[in-house]
């Protein structure tokens, strides 16, 4: 008789879950439950508001990649050592269970469909384009991306960035903020820092008032303030809740096998994991990498020696500034220009990410 294949529940369809799920659909009983019908490529997120044709390439559906791994809509509430349950009640068995839940922007709720995600593209860009003068809300990498995108599409709109922080694009270092302000100041944007305005829901055009009393005139604006980690589920789960740091991610396993730490068949990958780096789409795909084989290996024999992951030790990232330029940290330095723009600006990883997951690039 045919051996069982282990079943595989993995939780979020983001850059690590994605990769996961199609890592290990030939060789385990996959499920991947994501609350979206979709995989949503963050890094062209500020491209697809300029140009929604992006968003086309960018916005997967689950089902075009994954071509065994069944799939769930649904959001995970709770986990137990054996099992996971759903909001919309479903309990799913696991012998190994992959947390991927990443980050989550708060307000507005994640649109769950393709289709809907494709419309808020759509209805971002006509706003963008009936605006004169642009607020953009936050000066971490979305925020610049997105003055970058529009000064690069839009060149006679004008475009404010504030921040409350004393630079922008403050996960990577003050060599890369100071040459990202002095390019986006050239370019006719005026950059506020330490200085904030209060998102919420009466926040509307055409007056901000900042924190400290300034008057802000804008026809539009844009949110581009943090996204939080997706703990709360964690904390509801009695196999998790003891794993859990205070900056709410998943305590990990210090000899890198990406498992949670403790428990042996319990992994993670991406944004909620602790490893000590910058949270980064890029390492989010080592991680899978790791796990994918670690799962392989586990399910074959259980003491089989694992592969091991080696966290980062020196911050890198692009931060794109339009379609050509980006503002780039490596470990031989801090770049801005052409050079830094040709690993990133042109098309944002989409086709990379899309042929990993065995689709065309186009
Ligand atoms: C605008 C932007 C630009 C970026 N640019 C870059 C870049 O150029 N290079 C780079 O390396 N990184 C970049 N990043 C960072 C990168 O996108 C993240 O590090 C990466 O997406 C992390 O992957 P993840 O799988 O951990 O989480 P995510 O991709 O955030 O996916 C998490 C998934 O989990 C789902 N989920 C959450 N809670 C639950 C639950 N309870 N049940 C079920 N599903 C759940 C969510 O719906 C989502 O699908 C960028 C991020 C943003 C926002």
Redesign the pocket.
């Known amino acids: 008789m045919a051996e069982m294949k282990k079943k595989v529940v993995v ?8 990769a996961i799920a199609k890592g290990l659909e030939d060789h385990a009983d996959v499920t991947l ?4 019908n979709y ?5 062209a ?2 491209r697809a508001i300029v140009e929604p044709a992006m968003a086309e390439r960018s916005i997967i559906l689950h089902s075009d990649y994954l071509k065994k791994a069944k799939i769930l809509e ?4 709770s986990a137990t050592d054996s099992e996971v349950t ?2 919309s009640g479903e309990r799913l068995p696991y012998d190994f269970l992959v947390v ?5 922007f708060s307000s507005p709720p ?1 649109k769950t469909t393709k289709a809907e995600r494709l419309e808020e593209f759509n209805g971002l860009n006509r706003k963008l384009q009936e605006a004169e003068s642009v607020l953009i809300i936050g000066g971490g ?2 925020g610049v ?1 997105l003055a970058g995108e529009i000064v690069t599409d839009f060149p006679a709109k004008k475009v404010t960035i504030i921040s409350g922080a004393d630079r922008l694009i403050e996960f990577l270092g003050p060599k890369a903020s100071k040459k990202t302000e002095k390019w986006l100041t050239k370019k006719g944007v005026t950059v506020i820092l330490k200085d904030k305005i209060d998102v919420n829901d009466s926040l509307a055009p055409p007056t901000f008032e900042t924190k400290k009393h300034v008057e802000l005139k804008a026809d539009a604006h844009f949110v ?1 303030t943090g ?1 939080k980690v ?1 703990t ?2 964690l904390e509801a789960s009695e196999v998790l809740k003891e794993h859990v740091t205070v900056d709410g991610r998943l305590k990990m396993e210090s000899t890198g096998t990406c498992q949670v730490e403790g428990l042996k068949n319990v992994f993670a ?5 602790d490893f000590k780096e910058i ?7 080592k ?2 990498a790791v796990v994918v084989e670690n799962i392989k290996k586990l399910s074959a024999s259980p003491d089989a020696k694992l592969a091991a992951y080696k966290p980062l030790a020196t911050p890198m ?4 500034l339009g379609r050509v330029l980006a503002v780039a940290q490596m470990p031989f330095g801090t770049i801005l220009g052409r050079l830094a723009g040709l690993l ?1 600006s042109k098309d ?2 989409v086709g990379k990410t899309r042929e990993s997951l065995g689709l065309k690039a186009k």
């Open positions: 939780v979020g369809g983001g850059i690590a879950g994605s439950i994501d609350p979206k995989l949503d490529i963050p890094y997120r500020m649904s959001t995970v509430e759903t909001a991927c839940t990443g980050t989550v994640e990498p979305v991306e581009a996204k997706a709360k589920w990958a991406g944004d909620i994991t949270k980064q789409g890029f390492l989010a795909g991680h899978a990232g692009i931060v794109s990133k944002l990883f």
